[in-house]
């Protein structure tokens, strides 16, 4: 088990490198000017383990010694997530903090007492799911040992009568929906790291799905959570509401293993849709494209996936994939009088083709004036919609600067957000592409997720990146906030007092010194040192 | 205006006092064998104020003399909420704590200043709203003031395009709904205490309203929260959704007064409906009953409105109500086979006739076999849905033990503890009439809320309730949650911990430690002493 896991975790480095198609390449050097594929030449190493003797024989004790792994590559494989700085560090840029060991216990017990123990050695945990966090959620630290709880693997129970399924929290998506599907029911949450992540990872970040809009967000379909600490077990959330006081599923909801691990998720599940209906639509224009998302949010008829791309999103998905017959895209657009072309699929997950019929119509009528490209677009786009992470691999591969960040505010002032992480972007990168969806909306406001390219500065390139987020991430404050689903990690840690105040991070860490008093959990993630 | 909400809150007990109808009184006596009216005699005095000199200038500088109330009647206005025992302490058994003041003060600001200087004189505060609470959610304490919201009734802002409104939490839900539709707009929050409720209040408690179905419970409806804690103010919710973390918002919602003050909500707002249909059916069955609310449910087309009694309450709400008329009905319904009638609710607020007419037929297929009774009952029932406290008042004057409790639990486990709840109560009450009706639906579960009728105990009326409501809740206790809507205060906080676990307990306990040290906020209520 630990071997496959680790296979997994290590293959986003050491597989046979993407590359971009050649009219791609050629194409992203005429908009950005970049001029040559750049390849980092430093490997990365371990160093030596230095778990102390003592700690090895208690963590064997609790796992079997087959489950404490201290071998470079078991090790070098936890040392972070996937965002872009996370890469540039696998490829010998930045510094790796590798832990001095990996443990894998198998059950929630064994993750009790794992956490327990090292509460009690004062060794820092640092829990990990998929390893997707891009933020630096699962950062490891040296003198730390990371948890993986790839062994958690297990549907527990599922209450067909109820609709719930207890899943353990190591569980990938795609084995929990297999799973599910046995059963004939569904999770319905597909974020873009549905591949990989975890449902504890899910629950752990706030995560949301691409078809949010349908199923909701995680937490939305999170009824139950139990949550090991070192202070002992805590289980929230024995009916679908309560008001029994506030919600303490919606503190572990996000808590990023710094409270506690979670190691079993009791969720919300939904029958298998019969009918999955996706398609492209073209409207004119991101503010009118966007009025229109709003009034299919507001009137409550959006489809379960609604994404929408900006011009420039639409423009570059267009010239990257479509060759020819983007071409010919255009020239029909223009025709039909489009000038600022923004991409917007729709997808529908339903029972019936009398609910498909009812909730397409529906929102057909709020989307007068959008073009018609139909379901060939829209099937595209879901069979590639978790390629994103590949395509920044063949991008990084050809030199590029590549890393996406999101955030979410009302309505009312997503024209201004929009507008300011653009321009903040912009500003701190040279000829940069910035390209921006909404790809969850609500009643009262929306998602923006960016994604920056320019060509990767040569000298300093993890330095190139740090600034451009940091220039986003100040235009984000006071607007927005610092993340809609990629959580908080160690990269946003610095905004959290701005966006719910120092008084709202002590509460958080008086929550933390209650259940984690040793501060041994995911130290400086969520909360800054 | 300290004048008028002081009028408004002696009502409950000082109007000419509501009487049965003499047809129901007789029904309930052959049904219950209740003898004979019984009138408590002692009426309330309040003890003179003990309110330091010192603390009456602070506050007299903060609010202004006119709003430090220190008189009998303004004073035992506040001392309790709407429950069974607090009406009976009125009528004059059992105990009462009167406070040493009322402070009315006039905007967040003079809360935290109010609050802030509290915390330094070492004096208790309770927070009032609508004092509806039937938890014991505002029982006053000696020695402590009351914090009268009822000046902060102003709405601040309206963001039309993000279909948002920042209330005052002092702000009652007709007047917050009056003030909304001049805008076009609705909350949609109508629980039984409407008409007294405030916005504050609904946010303290998680409260549900009957319409939950449809526009959510009041927990969803929040996007943010302004907080005045003693410790400074604290603000949550800057975006329809976040990762930023837990979500704070969740601990302030439920926090029933004991972390802070909540002074202003932000609240998701829609259009005032276009039209409004309510229907009412019946079915046969319980259980048959039940199945079909979740399958309204779990295929996602329940009505606004779902209301669903069970077989007594259907029995004694058409005796009640009926006379003649629901002889009739018996016959009719006899007549199409119904052996149990359960009454099921339907109310749909829709835009159009297009949705209503969607809607409808999604729910009708649902529910095969349901014997229609048409708009007139339907109307009838929303026209009456807050008359509830009034029939209480009026049983009570007829020597009537009359109180009602509520639960919730998936789907699964609703008959188990449906059963569980009406033997307890059953037991413990002498020839009770136990009735139950679902009001809030969820795809993983319901809501069950019992109305208890008994022939008040003369000797130790206080206590016969104490008894019956004791083995509810441990009847409730591990199956569902021992609040779904009414909240903890101080009757439900000895089953907390059964609920969340000491260790969820001690958080609570560290989130209160840390925006409130002294603990002057609302001692006893969520946290038992």
């Avoid at 799905?209 to 349908?214: D, H, L």
């Avoid at 993340?483 to 008086?510: C, F, K, R, T």
Wanted: aromatic share 6%; glycine share 10%; hydrophobic share 40%.
């Amino acid at each position: 088990m630990a071997n496959r896991t680790d296979q997994l975790l290590r293959s986003a480095w050491t597989d046979e490198p993407p590359q971009l198609p050649p009219q791609a390449l050629r194409w992203l050097r005429q908009e950005t000017g970049l001029t040559d594929a750049w390849t980092p030449t430093r490997g990365l190493t371990a160093p030596p383990s230095e778990l102390p003797d003592k700690a090895r024989e208690v963590l064997d004790g609790i796992v079997g010694a087959d489950h404490v792994l201290t071998d470079g590559p078991g090790r070098l494989g936890r040392t972070g997530g996937l965002s872009y700085l996370d890469l540039l560090a696998h490829k010998g840029i930045g510094e790796v903090s590798v832990p001095d060991a990996v443990v894998l216990p198998a059950n929630p017990a064994e993750v009790a007492d794992v956490v327990r123990a090292c509460a009690e050695l004062g060794l820092d945990v640092v829990p990990f799911g998929g390893g997707t966090s891009v933020v630096g959620g699962v950062k490891a630290a040296n003198r730390s040992i990371v948890l993986d709880l790839a062994r958690l693997d297990q549907l527990v129970l599922v209450d067909e009568v109820s609709r719930l399924a207890v899943l353990q929290a190591g569980m990938r998506a795609p084995d929990a929906e297999k799973a599910l599907a046995e059963y004939g029911f569904t999770l319905g949450h597909v974020p873009q790291s549905f591949e990989r992540a975890t449902i504890g990872g899910f629950a752990a970040t706030r995560s949301a799905g691409q078809a949010s809009s349908g199923y909701g967000r995680f937490e939305d379909m999170v009824e139950g959570v139990r949550v090991a600490t070192p202070r002992g077990e805590v289980r929230f959330g024995i009916a679908p509401a309560s008001a029994a006081g506030p919600d303490l599923r919606h503190l572990m909801i996000g808590s990023e293993g710094a409270f506690g691990v979670i190691t079993e998720v009791t969720v919300r599940i939904r029958p298998v849709p019969r009918i999955r209906r996706y398609e492209g639509f073209v409207l004119d224009g991101w503010d009118q494209a966007a009025e229109a998302v709003r009034a299919l949010a507001q009137d409550r008829v959006l489809a379960d996936v609604t994404r929408l791309s900006d011009v420039d999103e639409t423009r570059v998905s267009f010239a990257l994939t479509g060759g020819l017959k983007a071409q010919g895209l255009g020239a029909y657009l223009k025709l039909r009088g489009v000038r600022q072309p923004c991409l917007l699929i729709l997808g529908w997950e339903v029972r019936d083709k009398r609910e498909l019929a009812m909730r397409r119509a529906a929102a057909m009528s709020r989307l007068r004036g959008a073009v018609r490209l139909g379901r060939v677009l829209g099937e595209a786009w879901r069979h590639g919609r978790f390629n994103g992470p590949r395509q920044r691999d063949a991008l990084m591969n050809a030199g590029v600067c590549v890393e996406t960040l999101e955030t979410a505010t009302h309505w009312s002032q997503l024209h201004e957000l929009y507008d300011k992480v653009r321009r903040a972007l912009t500003g701190s990168l040279q000829r940069p592409i910035i390209m921006c969806h909404i790809s969850h909306a609500y009643e009262t406001g929306a998602s923006l997720y960016f994604t920056a390219i320019a060509p990767r500065s040569i000298d300093d390139p993890a330095g190139q990146w740090q600034r451009a987020k940091t220039a986003a991430c100040q235009a984000i404050a006071g607007i927005g906030t610092i993340s809609h689903h990629h959580a908080v990690g160690v990269d946003h840690a610095p905004y959290l007092p701005g966006e719910i105040g120092d008084l709202g991070v002590e509460v958080l860490a008086a929550v933390k010194n209650t259940l984690d008093p040793a501060g041994i959990l995911n130290p400086g993630k969520l909360i800054a040192p």
